[in-house]
């Protein structure tokens, strides 16, 4: 089935399958989101790409996009719920942008700068999460993970090896390593694992790559994170 939508008052096209989020990204819509990768498999956790399909709140990254479909994203309500969602993941975790080095590569940071968050709203929770530095060339900050469950995906769907997964509940949900020890260094991960270069945060690095880009010439220095999200290409469309 395919057809066409609309989304903010503009007719777009969509293809079987799609959803709302990939068919507003293939007419080059940008609807803010962090879980959604094209070309994975949706996570719905997020909730940054919350849309009304026909009057009702959904997320555009799990509905599937139909004929005649009313979508609206571009409201001062759904700005504001992102605003605030983002504010959550902030004090949620640790991220203190100047001493991390994804800072300008960075989709969370990227998200606060285009939804203009000057401040955190809320009081942080400062968690004390280990940081797993026991591998070679990966280092895990739980800190700074907004479980977006892109490294899982990644590493389940993309590299076959299972190395990640989200366990617990509510405030104490936690990645965990699939590994006897817990620990990466005993895991099957490796630094060519598309699992270490979709974290969309600083909490997958890879060691001794750090600082080589100057502030400055850094990815969302460069450019608005809607441009790099609509410039981004799902496996089939390669
Ligand atoms: S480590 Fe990164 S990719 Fe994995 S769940 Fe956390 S934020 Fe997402
Ligand atoms: S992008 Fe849709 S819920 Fe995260």
Same mark, same amino acid.
């Given at each position: 089935?395919?057809? &066409?939508? &609309? ?12 959803? $709302? ?29 919350? $849309?009304?399909?026909? @009057? ?8 599937? %996009? ?24 902030? $004090? ?38 280990? $940081?797993? %530095? ?24 993309? /590299? ?21 020890? @817990?620990?990466?260094? /005993? ?7 598309? %699992? ?32 790099? %999200? ?9």
């Amino acid at each position: 089935m395919s057809g &066409t939508l &609309t989304i903010d008052g503009k007719t777009i096209p969509f293809a079987e399958g799609q959803s $709302v989020i990939e068919a507003a990204r293939c007419a080059g819509i940008y609807i803010p989101h962090l879980c959604h990768r094209p070309g994975y498999a949706p996570h719905g956790s997020c909730k940054l790409c919350t $849309v009304f399909v026909n @009057g009702r709140k959904t997320s555009a990254c799990t509905f599937p %996009a139909a004929a005649n479909q009313n979508v609206v994203s571009d409201t001062p309500e759904l700005k504001q719920d992102r605003l605030r969602l983002t504010q959550m993941l902030f $004090v949620e975790g640790n991220h203190f942008c100047p001493s991390c080095e994804k800072s300008g590569n960075c989709q969370l940071q990227g998200v606060a700068y285009h939804l203009r968050m000057l401040d955190n709203h809320y009081p942080h929770f400062y968690p004390q999460r280990e $940081v797993d %530095a026991s591998h070679p060339d990966i280092l895990l900050d739980h800190n700074r993970c907004i479980f977006c469950n892109l490294c899982v995906r990644a590493s389940r769907d993309k /590299d076959g090896k299972n190395v990640f997964a989200i366990a617990g509940r509510g405030i104490n949900k936690r990645l965990i390593v699939n590994s006897a020890s @817990g620990k990466l260094k /005993d895991s099957a991960i490796s630094v060519e694992d598309e %699992a270490t270069r979709v974290c969309p945060t600083g909490a997958i690095l890879i060691k001794r790559s750090g600082y080589q880009l100057p502030i400055g010439q850094r990815l969302y220095d460069q450019h608005q994170i809607s441009e790099v %999200a609509l410039s981004m290409q799902d496996d089939h469309e390669q």
